[in-house]
C-alpha cells in the first residue's frame, strides 16, 4: 500500500522486552521481525544495541535480510552530558547497527534534566540538537522520542516546546511524543500534541504511550485525532510495567473504525498476536481486544439467541476482519439457543422447544449448580448431550478401582510407591489390571491403560496435555468438593473433560474416563 496517513512502528523488541517475563532470544527477535515485516507494520525497532550483545546481534543479522515492507531502527538516547556527540560509546554503536533508521530518546521535562541527568537545561538542548544533526549527517531517518513530554508539558511547556524544537531544528524526520508514566488523560494528550505541530508543523509528530492508567490505546487514538501522524506501540501491549500501547488494538481502531488504512491485510491480525505470545512463552490473554479467544465469545442466552439472528445486536465488528471467530459457550447461563447451535455443531438438529433441548439444557444446569463447568469442557458436553439423547455407548462396566500410596522412610533415603488396581468388564469380558504411576491418578491412568488397550488400540493416541483442580467450596478444608480438569489432545485435536467429586480420586478419574470415551466414541462412530 502507498504511505498511509498513520503509519505503525513496532517496539516490541525493544520496549516489549522491558516488560516482566519478556524475553526473546536472538533468533525469536528475527522470527517475530520477520512477521511483524509480512503483516505490514512500517518501522521495527530491534532493540538497544548500546545495551547488550544480543541486541547488537540481531541488527547484524538484521542487515543481512531484505525486508519487504518495514524500515529497521536502532534504539539509543542522547549523548552523554558533558562529552563530545563523536566520543560517546553508545551513539558510535547506533551508527554501527546500519539500519536506516534510527530512534533516540531525550530528555524534555526539567524535573529530569536537572535531578535525573545532572546536567543545565541549556546541556540538555545541547545534547538534543547534537545527536541529531550527528545522525542525520550520518545519513539516518532519525526519530526522536521525547520522553515525558506530556509530564514535561504540564509542568513546564515552554521548556518542553524548546525540547522538541530542538529537535525538529537539528533534522529530525520525526518527534515522538512519550506518555512515559502513562498517567496522562486523553484530553490532554491531544491539547499538547497539538500545541506541539503549531509549534514545529503538520507530518512532524508521532504518539508513544504507556498504559498505566489504562489508557494507552487511547491516549494514542487522541494524539492521531489531533493530528499525530505514527502511533508507536507493542504487540499485545507488553512492555515495562503495566505495559504499552497495544498496537493490535489500534490497528484494529484505525482500520476498522477511523476509516484510516494502515496495513493490507487486517484478517492477520490474531494470527500475529498469537504468534508473537508463542515466542514470547506468554499466555494468551483471552479478554484481549478483537483478537481474544473471547472476544467474540456469547455466554449468556439473551446474547447467544440474538446474535443468531443478528450478529451485530452483539458483537461491534465482524470477527472474520481480524482472523477471529464467533464462539458459543455453555453454562448455567445458556438457553436453549446455545444448546442448539452447540448440538448443531455435534450433528444433532432441533427446533426451540424440542423436548430433547429442555432435558440437555437441565441436566447442564444441574450438574453445574454441583459444581461442573462446560465452558472449557466440551468433550464432556457431547458426552452429556449424547447419554440425554440415548446414542452413548460407555466403554466399559466398571466393578471397582482402588488406588494407593505408599512412603517410606524420611528425606532422600525413603521411597514412594504408588499404586492402582482397575477391575472392569468390557464388552463382557472380564478384565483386572495392575499398574505403578508417580502419583494416584497417573498410576489410574495407567491402569485403565492397561486394561482398554486389548479393545481400543487408539487409547494410546490420547496424551493428557493438562490437569487442573479447583476446590468448589473452600471452606470445608480437606472435605471440599473438587472440580478436574483434563486437557488431552490426539496430536489432531484438543479437548476438554470435566470431573465433580468429594473426592479429589473419583473427580480425576470421572475426568479421565470422559477423555478416553470421547476419543474412542468419535473414532468407533468414525
Ligand atoms: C523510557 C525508556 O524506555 S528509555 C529506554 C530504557 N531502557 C533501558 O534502560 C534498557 C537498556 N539499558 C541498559 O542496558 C543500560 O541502562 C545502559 C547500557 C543504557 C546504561 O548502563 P549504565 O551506563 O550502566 O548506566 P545506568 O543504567 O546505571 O544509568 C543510566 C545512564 O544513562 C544516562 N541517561 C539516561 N537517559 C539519558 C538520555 N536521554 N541521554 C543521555 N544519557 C541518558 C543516565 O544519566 C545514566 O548515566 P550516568 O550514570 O552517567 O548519569
Ligand atoms: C522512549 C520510551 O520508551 C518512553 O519514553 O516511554
Redesign the pocket.
Known sequence: MSKPRVTLYDTTLR?GT?GTGISFSMLDKIRVAEKLDEFGVHYIEGG?P???PKDAEFFNEAKKRQWKNAKISAFG?????RMKVEDDP?VRILLEAETPAVTI???TWPLQVTE???VSLEENLA?ISETVAYLKKHGREVLYDA?HFFDSFKDDPKYSLATVKAAHDAGADLVVL?D?NGGTLPEFVAKATRAVIETIGEGTVGIHTHNDSGLGVANALAAIAAGATQVQGTINGYG?RVGNCDLITVAANLQLKLDTPVVNDLTKLRELSLFVDELANVPHNIRAPYVGSAAFTHKGGQHVHAVQKLASSYEHVDPVLIGNERNITISDMSGQSNVIVKAEKLGFQFSKGAPEVGKILSEVKRLEAEGYEFEAAEGSFELLVRRQLGVSRPLFELQEYHCSFRRSGSGESGWNKCEATVKLRVNGTPEYTVAEGDGPVNALDAALRKALRPFYPKIDEVQLDDYKVRIINGQQGTAARTRVLIDSTDGETSWGTVGVSDNIIEASWLALVDSFEFKLGREARG
Do not use: P, Y
Open positions: 520496549d522491558q538497544f548500546g545495551s547488550n538516547a542522547t549523548r552523554r552530558g553508545q530518546v531525550g530528555k535525573v541527568l545532572g545534547m520522553e512519550c512515559t515495562e
